[in-house]
């Protein structure tokens, strides 16, 4: 059965740093793109990056732009995001997502992490 | 970017109403249109892919349509499972917009 596993949430204090792992299992991980998807409290879904399969492409909302960073290894079948200059409005559950199919995240995205929690405060 | 809208917010239904939640899209998205279900303190599950396919182990009674612009998800009878939160959301251009969501609740 497909999973992806989120880990690394934590409470960070403004202008922080943290990083995010999306472990995944059960199919070829490197023929599909990745997403990152987060969740205020309360709030509805903001999607915020999507790399390709290689990770050669990656692309970000305009929200954090400059300011995260997404990676994969594909020898460990790991999505990352690196985040920096973590702002109160960052708090949010973050969810990876894996793309429905090779074609890449315009065909939806198809299995979830459960997701981990972010919270940005002093 | 592309500004994803949901009508209604939010409505009241009974087990066995049929219900139409629209979707509109501030310019065209083509078919790039997917419909998802999100329970309280769940992940996002995917229903409807490419505006009107039903994606592999959903229930029938959830069906999509529409192009361009306005499209709508239909639960052709509520089932108990179904009174929770929808969104919609575009994958015609980055970045991937999410309407705001339409929550279904019990009458």
């Known amino acids: 059965e497909v999973q992806v596993l989120e880990s690394g949430g934590d409470l960070v204090e403004p202008g922080g740093s943290l990083r995010l792992s999306c472990a995944a299992s059960e199919f070829t991980f490197s023929t599909y793109a990745m997403s990152w998807v987060r969740q205020a409290p309360g709030k509805g879904l903001e999607w915020i990056s999507s790399t390709s399969g290689s990770g050669a492409t990656t692309y970000y909302a305009d929200s954090v732009k400059g300011r995260f960073t997404v990676s994969r290894d594909n020898s460990k079948n790991t999505l990352y995001v690196q985040m920096n200059s973590l702002r109160v409005e960052d708090t949010a559950v973050y969810y990876c997502?894996?793309?429905?199919?090779?074609?890449?995240?315009?065909?939806?995205?198809?299995?979830w992490g459960q997701g981990t929690l972010v919270t940005v405060s002093s | 970017d592309i500004q994803m809208t949901q009508s209604p917010s939010s409505l009241s239904a009974s087990v066995g109403d049929r219900v139409t939640i629209t979707c509109r899209a501030s310019?065209?998205?083509?078919?790039?249109l997917n419909w998802y279900q999100q329970k309280l303190g769940k992940a996002p599950k995917l229903l409807i892919h490419?505006?009107?396919n039903l994606q592999s182990g959903v229930p029938s009674r959830f069906s999509g349509s529409g192009s361009g612009t306005d499209f709508t998800l239909t639960i052709s009878s509520l089932q108990p499972e179904d009174f929770t939160t929808y969104y919609c959301q575009q994958s015609f251009s980055i970045p991937f917009t999410f309407g705001p969501g339409t929550k279904v609740d019990i009458k």
């Open positions: 997502a894996k793309a429905r199919t090779t074609g890449g995240s315009r065909d939806g995205f198809e299995f």
């Open positions: 490419g505006a009107s």
């Open positions: 310019q065209s998205v083509s078919s790039y």
